[in-house]
T-cell receptor
Framework: SQTIHQWPATLVQPVGSPLSLECTVE??????LYWYRQAAGRGLQLLFY??????ISSEVPQNLSASRPQDRQFILSSKKLLLSDSGFYLCAWSVRQGVNYIAKNIQYFGAGTRLSVL | GQSLEQPSEVTAVEGAIVQINCTYQTSGFYGLSWYQQHDGGAPTFLSYNGLDGLEETGRFSSFLSRSDSYGYLLLQELQMKDSASYFCAVRGTGGGNKLTFGTGTQLKVEL
């Protein structure tokens, strides 16, 4: 069965410090991978997605970057955190399907990292 | 781009039926999904509609009308554990099978 691991669960960082959040998936190959951010009481904002090793698409301009050094590893980084980077960060994966294809494509989420930038 | 609208909050009593509506605007459409998220937890998949009509999964059903750009999630025989946030999400054009999520509806189930 497939599992997704995301760590750490909580993180408190000072403004200006670097960030590295890691996500790994087990039990599947060639997944699509996603990073979301969720502000308190709000919806999920897609930050990055990846369809393969080294292939990163950014959805919103921001202070963050993502990398996919291995097929099932997705990393979210920042060189200098801002107060506005605080939030709940979620990693997710899905089976890769054709783009123009109407079919159920479930995204499976990790447990999330609650980041507080102070 | 894509945008989705849902009510921000719904309250219902245990045992009742509740409907959560979702209207969307999207460039291209490859299905509407629903996810449940308990406080502090991760979203989990509930239901998917790719074509018009009703999909039923136990106590939960989801409906889609593509001509109206509208869908809803129906929860029957409400239980206290159904208190959570519910998000509709649409897959539009673009790579990565990515989803655009609505802002979520917080459902409170009361005794």
């Amino acid at each position: 069965s497939q599992t997704i691991h995301q760590w750490p669960a909580t993180l408190v960082q000072p403004v200006g410090s670097p960030l590295s959040l890691e996500c790994t998936v087990e039990g599947t190959s060639n997944p699509n991978l996603y990073w979301y951010r969720q502000a308190a009481g709000r919806g999920l904002q897609l930050l990055f997605y990846s369809v393969g090793i080294g292939q990163i698409s950014s959805e919103v301009p921001q202070n963050l970057s993502a990398s996919r050094p291995q097929d099932r590893q997705f990393i979210l980084s920042s060189k200098k955190l801002l107060l506005s980077d605080s939030g709940f960060y979620l990693c997710a994966w899905s089976v890769r399907q054709g783009v123009n294809y109407i079919a159920k494509n479930i995204q499976y989420f990790g447990a999330g990292t609650r980041l507080s930038v102070l | 781009g894509q945008s989705l609208e849902q009510p921000s909050e719904v309250t219902a009593v245990e045992g009742a039926i509740v409907q959560i509506n979702c209207t969307y605007q999207t460039s291209g459409f490859y299905g509407l999904s629903w996810y449940q998220q308990h406080d502090g937890g991760a979203p989990t998949f509930l239901s998917y509609n790719g074509l018009d009509g009703l999909e039923e999964t136990g106590r939960f059903s989801s409906f889609l009308s593509r001509s109206d750009s509208y869908g809803y999630l129906l929860l029957q025989e409400l239980q206290m554990k159904d208190s959570a946030s519910y998000f509709c999400a649409v897959r539009g054009t673009g790579g990565g099978n990515k989803l655009t999520f609505g802002t979520g509806t917080q459902l409170k189930v009361e005794l």
